[in-house]
C-alpha cells in the first residue's frame, strides 16, 4: 500500500522528530512510505496519509486528503498552521493517535471520531544499558529544549529555593535566562547528541521536570525512568501513566502504531 507521509521539517529535532524518523524507518513491508513536502502536489496513486507535524501545510491539501483515508498522529500541541486544515484533520481523520490518555482526554481542541492511544517509540535498552548502581551516581539533572512549556524556568526557580545545582542539557531558545546570576547552580551545557543522553542519564541521581503545561508524552521522562533516574516531577506528563499502569507497553511504540495503522486501513 502506498502511504504518503506528511511532516514538517523545520530543522528542530526533538523527541516529536525522533518518534516520527523511527516510526518511518519501521515500516512493515506491506507499507510503500512516500514523503509528501507541503510545497509538491503528492502522486496521483497515495491509497492512504500518514500525517504527523503538519504547520507548514496549506489548507489547500484537504482537495488531496479527503480522496483517501487519512491517520493523524497527535503528538504535541498544535499551537500554528493552518487552523482550517487543523479542523478537517479532527473532523474527518479516519483514525486519530494520542500519545497517551491524558492527552486524548485533555485534548486543546475538540473532536469525537475514533482515537487509539499509543507511546511514543523510545529505544528504552539504550537507557538502561547505561544505568550506573545507586552508590556511583550522583547530582540532578534536566533534559530537553526550553519552550516556555516545559518548565525549565519552573526548574531554575528550586535549584535557587533549595540551593541545590542543576545541570542542563538541551536547546535553550529562551534566549533571555540568566544563568550567570546562579552561579553553580545552574550549569547549562548546551544540547549534546542523543547517543550521548543515556551516559548523562546513567550517572544522574534525579531528573527533574516541572512542566507549566499539559505534557502530552514527556519523552524525556521515561528515557530518565528507563535509566534509573530518581524522578522528581510536578503536572500532568502523560508519560507517567505508561510507567506507572503500562510499563511493559513503552517499548513497543513502533509495533503499536502499525498495528494500529494497518487495523484501520486494512480491516
Same mark, same amino acid.
Given at each position: ?9 523545520l ?8 518518534s516520527?524518523r523511527?516510526l518511518?524507518a519501521?515500516?512493515?513491508e506491506?507499507?510503500d ?6 510545497n509538491?502536489r503528492?502522486p496521483?496513486d497515495i491509497?492512504a496519509?500518514?500525517i ?7 489548507s489547500?491539501?484537504i ?7 487519512v491517520i493523524?498522529q497527535? !503528538?504535541?500541541s498544535?499551537w500554528?498552521?493552518?487552523?482550517? *486544515?487543523r &479542523?478537517?484533520?479532527l473532523?474527518h481523520?479516519k483514525l486519530? $493517535?494520542f500519545?497517551s ?5 485533555n ?9 487509539a492511544v499509543?507511546p511514543?517509540?523510545?529505544?528504552l535498552?539504550?537507557?538502561r ?11 540532578t539533572?534536566w533534559v530537553g529544549?526550553?519552550?516556555?512549556g516545559k518548565?525549565l524556568?519552573?526548574v531554575?526557580d528550586?535549584?535557587w529555593?533549595?540551593q541545590?545545582?542543576v ?7 529562551? !534566549?533571555y535566562?540568566?544563568f550567570?546570576?546562579?552561579?553553580? *547552580?545552574? &550549569?547549562y551545557?548546551g544540547?549534546v547528541?542523543y547517543?550521548? $543522553?543515556?551516559s548523562?542519564?546513567g550517572?544522574?541521581?534525579q ?5 507549566t503545561?499539559k505534557?502530552?508524552?514527556?519523552r524525556?521522562v ?7 533516574c530518581?524522578l ?5 506528563i ?7 499502569k503500562?510499563?511493559d507497553?513503552?517499548?513497543r511504540?513502533?509495533e503499536?502504531?502499525w498495528?494500529e ?5 486494512k480491516p
Amino acid at each position: 500500500m502506498k502511504i504518503g507521509w506528511l511532516h514538517d521539517d523545520l530543522g528542530i529535532v526533538g523527541g516529536a522528530e525522533l518518534s516520527e524518523r523511527t516510526l518511518r524507518a519501521g515500516a512493515p513491508e506491506w507499507a510503500d512510505i512516500v514523503l509528501c513536502p507541503p510545497n509538491k502536489r503528492p502522486p496521483e496513486d497515495i491509497e492512504a496519509f500518514i500525517i504527523q507535524h503538519c504547520t507548514a501545510y496549506p489548507s489547500q491539501w484537504i482537495e488531496v486528503l479527503e480522496k483517501v483515508p487519512v491517520i493523524k498522529q497527535n !503528538r504535541d500541541s498544535w499551537w500554528s498552521g493552518s487552523i482550517v *486544515l487543523r &479542523r478537517w484533520l479532527l473532523d474527518h481523520a479516519k483514525l486519530l $493517535l494520542f500519545s497517551s490518555q491524558l492527552q486524548a482526554d485533555n485534548y486543546e481542541h475538540w473532536y469525537d471520531n475514533e482515537y487509539a492511544v499509543v507511546p511514543p517509540p523510545v529505544n528504552l535498552d539504550m537507557f538502561r544499558d547505561a544505568a550506573l548502581p545507586d552508590e556511583e551516581r550522583q547530582g540532578t539533572i534536566w533534559v530537553g529544549r526550553a519552550d516556555p512549556g516545559k518548565g525549565l524556568h519552573t526548574v531554575l526557580d528550586w535549584a535557587w529555593r533549595e540551593q541545590e545545582p542543576v545541570d542542563i542539557y538541551g536547546d535553550i531558545s529562551i !534566549r533571555y535566562i540568566n544563568f550567570a546570576e546562579l552561579g553553580g *547552580l545552574a &550549569r547549562y551545557h548546551g544540547p549534546v547528541p542523543y547517543n550521548v $543522553l543515556p551516559s548523562i542519564y546513567g550517572a544522574a541521581k534525579q531528573f527533574i521536570f516541572y512542566p507549566t503545561h499539559k505534557e502530552p508524552f514527556g519523552r524525556t521522562v521515561v528515557e530518565a525512568w528507563a535509566a534509573g533516574c530518581e524522578l522528581m516531577v510536578d503536572g500532568w506528563i502523560g508519560a507517567l501513566e505508561w510507567i506507572e499502569k503500562r510499563p511493559d507497553d513503552i517499548g513497543r511504540g513502533v509495533e503499536m502504531f502499525w498495528s494500529e495503522v494497518e487495523r484501520t486501513l486494512k480491516p
